[in-house]
């Protein structure tokens, strides 16, 4: 192995001093040997207008404890040491590298979920299997659905003609929750139904209106409890005060369900294949309710069904709707919008640690702009629900969810 001969190796070991102020070097910058704060100092002053005048003999000493001191002084021997002015990057190519560097360290470095991120996941997956069962077994105990068991395939039929004509008529604002709870869980069809025009709003027959809401109505109180019990499952959930966990419950319910009944949905069909019973979008109207509350939500369906999503992200997503600060009632805001932050930077951490797909950076803010677009369906799907109960009885429990008190 080849020696440094000694007096070389002092050399190399000697600390490095910056040329201004006698501070530790950090090396050549704008030409000249110099510390992090006489570069620093060059660079704003070559970019200032502003002369600097000495207050002295324009012969002041710099060193590292009195540099601030003079900066007249301090530029004059930034530049009698050969720093260069036309050596500074210009703000937008700092930016451009920095941008850059950030690039290749993300890269370099893949990202990875932190513990706590994966014990949030946990805690939402063992939530989520625990209160909702996805054979949807307990369906077949509910009051039964008044209709053909035909009218599925009959409708399946017609939403492969029409369902395209849907697709691009809804965009709204957001607002509550509960609306779907009934609708997209909502089975029901008959061929004067299926035979209704698909341009114009739906209105029911009088001799077919209501017929499925016995089994809706008993299904969606169900799945009230199951959002309940699955909310308070959550740690961070039951940190809240009771009042701000009603809040959040009657706001988000409705959006839970919907989340959760997408995991059932066949985007091919348009069918929701709920184990031994299947629900079609013409069945909802058979529960009293209207168009311009279904075809915004067979378009969401469809549209996050096609995200194929893993479990993993449909519990945190339902987890980002439930802990919504601006709910009707919250009080705590900061703490709730603290833990949706939480859950939001969990699932795009997720998306980039789990996903391959060169389109992946796409798909949080697909998932941000279902949460936003369920909102804007909330509203109308609590009117539609007070409308149908000033003619027909509906679960205090539901009513409790979509009531506007807090």
Not at 8 to 32: L, M, W
Not at 193 to 215: C, D, G
Not at 257 to 275: Q, R, Y
Request: hydrophobic share 35%.
């Amino acid at each position: 192995m080849m020696m440094v001969p000694r007096w070389k190796r002092r050399r190399i070991d000697e600390p490095k001093i910056c040329q201004v102020c006698g501070d530790k070097s950090t090396g050549y910058h704008f030409n000249a040997m110099t510390c992090e704060g006489c570069k620093g100092f060059f660079r704003r002053a070559m970019k200032r207008p502003t002369q600097f005048c000495c207050p002295f003999q324009n012969a002041c000493v710099i060193t590292k404890s009195n540099r601030r001191q003079c900066q007249s002084c301090r530029l004059q021997k930034c530049l009698s040491i050969g720093m260069k002015r036309e050596l500074i990057m210009s703000n937008e190519a700092v930016e451009k590298r920095r941008s850059q560097i950030r690039r290749k360290k993300m890269q370099e470095e893949p990202v990875t979920l932190s513990p706590q991120q994966e014990a949030v996941i946990q805690e939402l997956l063992t939530a989520h299997k625990k209160n909702f069962d996805m054979t949807c077994a307990h369906f077949i105990q509910f009051r039964p659905l008044d209709r053909d068991q035909k009218a599925i395939s009959e409708h399946n039929q017609q939403q492969n003609s029409s369902r395209h004509s849907h697709l691009s008529m809804s965009k709204h604002e957001p607002e509550d929750s509960m609306q779907m709870a009934i609708s997209f869980t909502s089975p029901s069809s008959t061929s004067s139904n299926s035979q209704q025009p698909q341009n114009k709003e739906m209105k029911p027959l009088a001799s077919a209106i209501f017929t499925s809401l016995p089994h809706f109505t008993d299904l969606t109180t169900y799945l009230i409890k199951n959002v309940i019990n699955f909310g308070k499952a959550l740690t961070m959930f039951r940190a809240l005060i009771i009042e701000d966990q009603i809040s959040l419950l009657k706001g988000a319910t409705f959006e839970i369900i919907l989340i959760h009944f997408n995991m059932f949905f066949n985007e091919t069909t348009g069918i929701w294949e709920c184990g031994p019973l299947q629900y079609c979008m013409d069945d909802c109207m058979r529960a009293g309710f209207q168009r311009h509350l279904l075809d915004p939500m067979e378009n969401f369906h469809y549209t996050l069904r096609k995200l194929n999503l893993h479990e993993e992200e449909y519990v945190l997503m339902q987890a980002i709707a439930l802990f919504s600060p601006d709910r009707p009632g919250v009080t705590h805001h900061s703490v709730i919008d603290w833990n949706q932050e939480i859950l939001a930077l969990t699932l795009k951490t997720y998306i980039e640690a789990k996903r391959t797909e060169p389109e992946k950076h796409l798909l949080y803010p697909k998932i941000m702009a279902c949460l936003t677009e369920m909102r804007s369906i909330n509203e109308e799907y609590t009117k539609q629900v007070l409308k149908i109960q000033d003619s027909q009885p509906v679960p205090p429990l539901l009513l409790e969810i979509v009531s506007k008190d807090s």
